[in-house]
């Protein structure tokens, strides 16, 4: 049985719980709240065999923990992964896995000395229909890339995460980090911001956050456009020299196509099997089963440096 603990009762933490229920041999062992009767509520709710803690020191002392799953706000990403990597816990932090390079290096640092497995959860990156689309990518299907662009937008300005400076809110920490891992996915980690531009709420957070990022010397483009204030359709074009593929919602792949030159439709494939945040789990799992501290699918150098990408892109609103 693989045994998971969580930290913060929150929206994330009851998602991935109904959404691994298909996973088997795994299970819920404790769950981590600020306030005891928070974490006693929410198991009740959503994991009633696991135990409730009243605070999130109290999971370090649990014994045969295969992996915590860090679910709290982005500003607690850091000392809620070195909390658990200092006492030797594999941790599964969410995204953006850290709030800038140097805490997510310092979490890295301390994963490398002590043998921790240690994971973004960039659910992105595992879907299936993501890595056939990098296949086709790599394969030449569609020739040389030149431009992705893409959108991504939920109406949750009345999420308090959402909009707090203090949380680590903002358009781009919480969408923005989609289109960059997408970029970054296809492009490489050799990319500079030429242009952002972005609205802010009063509260300082940007409530939209529209980004170019290029290739230096080849001019290869991601165009990509956020917003927290309204929905959007969520879909990606990556467009090469000989074709084009289309996404139908880079948050959670439902469908890619492949196009010809002409316009033509090659293939198309519709996503199907696990959902996406066990497709992700699973990916932790067979790693840690591996005796792997990183999952090939996103491995600490993306992690690192979407981080400094954010550092950039946040640098230049
Ligand atoms: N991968 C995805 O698809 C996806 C989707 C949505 C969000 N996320 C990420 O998941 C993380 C959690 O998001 P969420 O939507 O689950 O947030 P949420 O509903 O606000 O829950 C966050 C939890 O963190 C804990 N927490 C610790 N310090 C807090 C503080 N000062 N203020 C408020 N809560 C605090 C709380 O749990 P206790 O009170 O129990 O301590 C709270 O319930 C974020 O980093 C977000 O970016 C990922």
Redesign the pocket.
């Known amino acids: 049985m693989f045994r998971i603990g969580i ?7 009851a ?1 991935m719980i109904g959404s691994i229920k298909d996973l088997e041999e795994v299970e819920i062992v404790a769950v ?4 005891k009767s ?2 006693n509520k ?1 198991v009740k709710q959503n994991c009633p065999e696991a135990k409730a803690l009243g605070t ?1 020191e109290q999971m370090t002392r649990q014994k045969d923990i295969d992996l915590v799953y860090i ?7 850091y000392e809620n992964a070195i909390m658990c990597v200092k006492n030797h816990m594999n941790v599964l932090v ?3 896995f850290a709030m800038n390079r140097q805490e997510a290096d310092s979490i890295f640092s301390e994963a490398k000395n002590r043998g921790v497995f240690v994971c973004e ?3 992105t990156s595992f879907m299936p229909l993501h890595l056939k689309m990098i296949e086709w990518i790599k394969s030449g299907k569609i020739g040389a890339v030149r431009y992705i662009q893409s959108n991504l937008g939920y109406d949750i300005e009345d ?3 959402v909009t707090d400076p ?3 809110g903002g358009a781009h ?2 969408l923005g980090v989609y289109p960059t891992n997408l970029a970054v996915s296809i492009l490489g980690e050799n990319l500079n911001p030429v242009s952002v531009f972005a609205h802010r709420y009063s509260t300082g957070v940007e409530k939209d956050v529209s980004c170019v990022l290029e290739v230096p010397g080849d001019g290869a483009m991601a165009v990509s456009f956020v917003t927290i204030s309204t929905n959007t359709d969520k879909d990606g074009s990556v467009i090469g020299e000989t074709g084009y593929i289309k996404i139908r919602n880079i ?2 792949y439902e469908k890619i196509e492949l196009y010809d030159h002409d316009g033509n439709l090659v293939e198309e494939i519709e996503r199907e099997g696990l959902n996406s ?1 066990a497709v992700e789990m699973k990916a932790c799992i067979d790693a840690i089963h591996q005796g792997l501290i990183q999952c090939p699918q996103m491995p600490w150098h993306k992690t690192a440096y979407i981080a400094s990408l954010n550092d950039r892109i946040r640098g230049m609103i």
Do not use: Q
């Open positions: 930290i913060g009762c929150g929206r994330m933490a998602k981590a709240s600020r306030d928070r974490a929410f999130y679910a709290t706000p982005n500003t607690y990403h969410e995204k953006p959860a960039m659910w999420v308090a995460r203090a949380l680590g920490l919480d948050n959670d945040y």
